[in-house]
Structures are given as C-alpha cells and as structure tokens.
C-alpha cells in the first residue's frame, strides 16, 4: 500500500524532526546552566591531581543528594515513560553507584536532606529532567578518566564515573533515538523539557555548591 507507506514514512520524518529540534533546544536552552555547574569547586577539583578522599567524598554526596531527588521524581512518574514503551528502569540507577562509592570509602552514603525534587508533569518534563542525568553519565566519564590516574582515590570507589562501561555512548544515542518515537516534539513539549531540563541542572548547582569537605 504505497499510501500507508507514504503516510509512515512522512510520520518517521516528523518524529526525527522534532527529536533534532529538541536536542538542539536543550543544548542551547542549558548551556549557561552547563558551564556554571562544570565550573563549581565541587567538579573542577576532581581534575586535580591532589584531590584527596574528603574532597572527593564530598563532591560525590552532593551529586547524591540531586540524583536521588530526581531518580525519585522520575520513578513517581513511572507511568508517563512507561507507558510509551521507554524502559528507563535500568537508567535510574545512579544514585545506587554514588552509595557504593561513598560505601568504599568508608562514608556515610546517606546524604544531607534532600532538596524539592522537580517538578514532572508530564513526559516532556520527565525527558527534561532524565537529558540531565543522562548528559552527567556521559560526562562523568571525561571525569573518571582524570580520577584513574589519581593514587589518592581507589578505582573502586569511582563506579558513579565509570557510567555504562563501553555502552555509554551507545546508551545516549539509544535515549535520543527512543524519545523521539514515543513523542510529538511540537514547540510546546519542547519548550517544556527545556524549563524542566534547566530547573534540574539549577537543582545540582545547589546541592554541588554546598559540596565542601
């Protein structure tokens, strides 16, 4: 049915569309974000060379203490993202990997109290808040790349910035690839993905910012 085919191949065009458009509008949406929280003590001390145990046990509570408060909304709104076939179970794990470093080093994983988790109302909020998390797993790889050379800190204490091992990259283009067939990413979900993405990274500046051994 050359009709159906047509009309499947124009609704593949319009879903890639308005995935491009949301990953372009997330970049440029956060970007100020991006640079303020990479720029706090609590991340540009883990390329220091000198970083001891204190310090970097201080900076991992306070990634804790933002990746709990979003694992937590995230998982509240289990339904939104589940319901569109986006398996993200396996993705809502990292504040697991934070308390076994803590673990390892002989800290009390339990972090301070926890900040207001975002506000997720809907599935583009939910994309919102998990671009965040998932953009630090790929990320805290450039990290643990640093740490691996550092004596001071033990290897097994830095699963958090190990991220998926091998899969890491493949699992972030799998993120944007699934999203964009679960969703119409017209101007509005986008719009709300980004307000929810920016409240997030504003949600780990404040708890890295108290980051202090």
């Given at each position: 049915m050359p009709g159906l085919q047509a009309a499947q191949g124009r609704g593949r065009a319009a879903a890639v569309a308005g995935r491009d458009l949301l990953a372009a509008e997330l970049r440029a949406a956060t970007a100020v974000r991006h640079r303020a929280v990479e720029s706090l003590p609590a991340l540009t001390r883990l390329f220091d060379p000198g970083l001891d145990r204190p310090a970097y046990s201080a900076t991992l509570r306070g990634l804790l203490r933002a990746t709990v408060a979003c694992e937590r909304a995230l998982r509240k709104q289990k339904a939104q993202w589940a319901g569109r076939g986006l398996?993200?179970?396996?993705?809502?794990?990292?504040?697991?990997?934070?308390?076994?470093?803590?673990?390892?080093?002989?800290?009390?994983?339990?972090?301070?109290?926890?900040?207001?988790?975002?506000?997720?109302?809907?599935?583009?909020?939910?994309?919102?808040?998990?671009?965040?998390?998932?953009?630090?797993?790929?990320?805290?790889?450039?990290?643990?790349?640093?740490?691996?050379?550092?004596?001071?800190?033990?290897?097994?204490?830095?699963?958090?910035?190990?991220?998926?091992?091998?899969?890491?990259?493949?699992?972030?283009?799998?993120?944007?690839?699934?999203?964009?067939?679960?969703?119409?990413?017209?101007?509005?979900?986008?719009?709300?993905?980004?307000?929810?993405?920016?409240?997030?990274?504003?949600?780990?500046?404040?708890?890295?910012?108290?980051?202090?051994?």
């Open positions: 398996d993200w179970g396996a993705r809502l794990r990292k504040s697991q990997w934070l308390h076994e470093d803590l673990a390892r080093l002989g800290v009390s994983p339990e972090p301070p109290p926890l900040p207001a988790s975002p506000e997720l109302d809907d599935i583009s909020c939910c994309v919102g808040c998990l671009y965040v998390l998932e953009g630090a797993t790929l990320g805290g790889c450039v990290i643990g790349k640093a740490l691996r050379r550092n004596a001071r800190i033990p290897v097994q204490a830095q699963r958090y910035f190990t991220g998926y091992g091998a899969d890491t990259g493949a699992r972030w283009t799998a993120f944007w690839l699934r999203i964009g067939a679960a969703h119409a990413w017209e101007a509005p979900a986008r719009a709300a993905a980004a307000e929810t993405a920016r409240a997030t990274f504003d949600l780990y500046h404040a708890c890295l910012a108290d980051a202090a051994p």
